[in-house]
């Protein structure tokens, strides 16, 4: 096992050729997610579709996970982590050549559905193997490198695929995201030691056991219910952020990228630091609270882009041969995303490292991401679609501050449920394991 102490710089880390291994998943799987999202705004225009269709790109790559990620958390505890890993990642190279060749919204969704599949694969197993071999006292700092490494893939997701986009279309993105995903299985099938997770004997207690064992702990239920609630927001301004952009305002999608990448931009400068920040204090559940609040904020700031031409003017910016127009719009988006960024920073190290631990007491590390996984999942399916239906019959206005407010209510909820209702002492939780 290999670590560092929780004062160590996230720098040292890549000297660990496991944890580069496993980063370079998470940058993988980071990239394609963020580029592809910019390339539903295209496929939106490019098939006229209703804000309500386009909450069903959100609801098909996650409602197949809704289904699969409770039992991909069990399989992964009790099996071999690397090949899992290895199998996610080709299943991703599949979901590039099948993007290749959409002709229909149709098509869209089904290959959304299999994209969904591939990336639950890589996270839940990414994080359960980083969760594992890191060292006692530095899991917050593992764990915040690791997503600092996803938001800065996500940034360049964000910049170079919304740049790759824009100069060469579809095919040769997908190729580029082809590559990428291979370089990573490369690096886990050569550097990656073998069954590097899936401590849990499966004889020993059955899948729907452990995932009861697990609920029956007070903090797993507080963040649980947080993670569903939060989810019906943050993925309603994930989906329709992009496609506003471009469809409201003109905006290119190079441009639309850049929109994006300010808030991977302030995700990627903080989350490392952020994470070692949780291993130093007490009460870590508050980083999840402040940073919900942040997104919120951030959140309910978006619609207000639709006002911007009247105090903020437009601009145009010369490259690669051409002009582009920046509407005042483009600053109220770049703004708000960053301020989302900033949310993402706060919450998720806590987030990730205190499902970790509870998931740790029993040998079922993976098995409490998956329910970290399926409560998002609930919202990720139902959020988008209602999102878009109320933008549909009301306004944007109405619409994103619907998704802030699910996020302010879930915040305070949370709050209440976990330090109100504390976990159980370790003893007692595993008595009858």
């Known amino acids: 096992m290999a670590g560092e102490s929780s004062s160590g710089s996230s720098r040292r880390l890549f000297e660990n050729r496991e944890f580069v291994a496993l980063a370079s998943t998470a940058f993988a799987r980071s990239q394609a ?63 590039f050549v099948g993007f290749m060749h959409v002709e229909s919204v149709g098509h869209v969704i089904l290959v959304r559905v299999l994209q969904g599949v591939g990336a639950s694969i890589l996270w839940i197993t990414g994080m359960t193997v980083i969760g594992e071999i890191s060292e006692d006292g530095s899991r917050g700092l593992w764990i915040g490198t690791y997503n600092q490494i996803g938001a800065l893939s996500s940034l360049a997701g964000d910049v170079f695929g919304g740049l790759l986009l824009y100069l060469y279309g579809f095919k040769l993105t997908y190729v580029v995201l082809s590559a990428i995903t291979v370089g990573a299985f490369v690096a886990v099938l050569l550097f990656l030691r073998d069954d590097p997770g899936g401590r849990k004997d499966s004889s020993e207690v059955s899948g729907r056991e452990t995932i009861r064992t697990l609920l029956g702990r007070s903090a797993i239920k507080a963040l649980v219910f947080f993670r569903l609630s939060f989810s019906v927001g943050k993925m309603a301004v ?56 942040v997104y919120a904020l951030g959140t309910a700031l978006i619609p207000f882009a639709g006002l911007a031409h009247r105090y903020i003017p437009g601009t145009t910016v010369s490259a690669f041969g051409g002009e582009m127009a920046l509407p005042g719009a483009f600053f109220v988006l770049f703004a708000a995303y960053a301020v989302l960024g900033i949310g993402d920073s706060l919450r998720l190290p806590a987030s990730m490292s205190l499902f970790v631990e509870e998931g740790e007491q029993f040998d079922a590390v993976a098995s409490s991401l998956s329910l970290r996984s399926i409560a998002w999942k609930v919202g990720q399916v139902g959020g988008p679609v209602f999102i878009g239906a109320i933008w549909d019959a009301t306004s944007v206005f109405v619409a994103f501050w619907s998704a802030a407010a699910f996020i302010v209510v879930s915040s305070a909820a949370f709050v209440v449920l976990y330090s109100t209702d504390p976990a159980p002492e370790v003893g007692d939780a595993v008595a009858g394991d």
Not at 42 to 56: K, N
Not at 249 to 269: H, P, Q, R, Y
């Open 33 to 95: 997610y963020s580029t592809i999202l910019i390339a539903l705004a295209l496929y939106a225009d490019m098939f006229h579709t209703s804000s309500t269709v386009e909450g069903l790109f959100g609801t098909a790559f996650a409602v197949v996970q809704l289904f699969i990620v409770l039992p991909l958390g069990r399989y992964i505890d009790t099996r071999n982590s690397k090949r899992i890993l290895l199998v996610g990642l080709l299943l991703n190279v599949a979901v």
């Open 238 to 293: 994930i989906t329709f952020l992009p496609i506003y952009a471009h469809t409201e305002f003109g905006i290119n999608i190079f441009v639309v990228g850049g929109i994006m990448a300010g808030g991977k931009l302030t995700k990627s400068l903080t989350q490392g630091k952020v994470g070692d920040w949780t291993d130093r204090v007490d009460d870590t559940y508050r980083f999840i609270f402040a940073g919900a609040l």
